[in-house]
């Protein structure tokens, strides 16, 4: 799990600078003074000129509307619907832009005041899954307030260049040229993101985010989907935990419980690499893993009331990481006053 979340480091850090550079190269954007959109460095347009000079007819007219319109929009929502229906909120998890400033945020305010969020009632336990100790300094506040405002600033900047040309807005601030309406909604923008971020992060992706909200709607519509599967055979094995699952989770979710009460859950899979942290010298491995189909029901059926009995294969651990573990060949790196996390 721990290189899965390299990984998705990667591809949040990728697809933010993708979010970023995609209007300087035209790669998708709206211009507001041509009025269409550029698509892979290529004017899109509906192809209404030619009615308008009538060169073609209505029907040609409403032809190239829904083949370069409609089609495409359905497309896009056709297999965005279809990833969430079999994955569940991949892309809030591992490409959102928003979704990587949350955690960003999230990871330093922690070191500043102990908590992910000023709004969590109680700070969290200072010892990490992994062993490692995270102290609270308010020092770090002069981190995340700039940090806050970095991101707000680029957002803003990002979202004015998808409407008007990225030269003219970047050349404008390089020059200090901004004009009257590009310099306020730079301003607003910077501002209401700044709140966002400071304030509001993961709430905003839990119930104010439209495309999480449509991934999680077609989600718990797949009984079968994939999801954070929780080993309830072994429960025994929590008991010395100090909720490590719960603790990292950003959407202070708890992921030990029923898929309906995981409805944002973003498929980030920060819970199952800490409960694989805390279980790494168990030789029946973790208790939180990806699960699909078959394996996937408990979680789902137990919203209806019923207790499906979890097929023996759907938490069994590879022999090669059992060998491994026998062998002294999976540990974490503690100092002696730090202890070890393998013994809860």
Not at 157 to 176: C, D, F, K, Q, S
Not at 211 to 226: D, E, I, P, T, Y
Not at 240 to 265: E, G, W, Y
Request: hydrophobic fraction near 45%; aromatic fraction near 12%.
């Amino acid at each position: 799990m721990i290189n899965t979340q390299q990984k998705r480091l990667w591809f949040q850090a990728g697809f933010f600078i993708l979010f970023v550079l995609a209007p300087i190269f035209d790669l998708f954007r709206f211009d507001l003074n041509l009025k269409h959109f550029f698509f892979l460095g290529m004017n899109w347009t509906l192809g209404l000129d030619g009615l308008l000079a009538q060169k073609i007819s209505a029907g040609e007219a409403a032809l190239n509307i829904i083949l370069r319109g409609g089609l495409p929009i359905l497309g896009v929502i056709g297999t965005g619907i279809w990833i969430a229906w079999k994955y569940g909120r991949l892309y809030c998890g591992w490409l959102c832009p928003h979704f990587s400033v949350v955690e960003t945020i999230n990871g330093v305010l922690r070191r500043a005041i102990g908590k992910q969020s000023i709004w969590d009632k109680h700070p969290l336990p200072e010892r990490n899954a992994d062993g490692s100790i995270t102290k609270a300094n308010p020092l770090y506040w002069l981190v995340v307030v700039p940090l806050a405002l970095a991101f707000a600033f680029t957002w803003a900047v990002a979202l004015l260049t998808y409407l008007l040309p990225p030269a003219e807005i970047y050349g404008n601030l390089w020059r200090g040229e901004l004009t009257g309406n590009q310099a306020r909604f730079i301003g607003v923008g910077t501002f209401l993101f700044f709140i966002e971020f400071m304030f509001a992060r993961h709430l905003f992706c839990r119930y104010a985010c439209a495309v999480g909200l449509f991934q999680s709607l077609a989600w718990m519509g797949n009984r079968k989907a994939m999801v954070i599967g929780f080993d309830r055979k072994r429960t025994e094995s929590c008991v010395d935990c100090n909720a490590a699952c719960d603790n990292v989770c950003p959407m202070r979710i708890k992921p030990r419980s029923i898929k309906r009460h995981m409805f944002t859950c973003t498929q980030c899979g920060q819970c199952a690499n800490a409960c694989s942290q805390v279980q790494v010298n168990n030789p029946r491995g973790a208790l939180l893993k990806w699960v699909d189909q078959e394996c996937a029901l408990d979680k789902s059926a137990r919203d209806f009331g019923h207790h499906e009995n979890i097929p023996e294969h759907c938490f069994e651990t590879p022999k090669s990481t059992t060998e491994a573990q026998r062998h002294g060949e999976l540990h974490i790196h503690t100092s002696p006053e730090h202890g070890s996390s393998a013994a809860r």
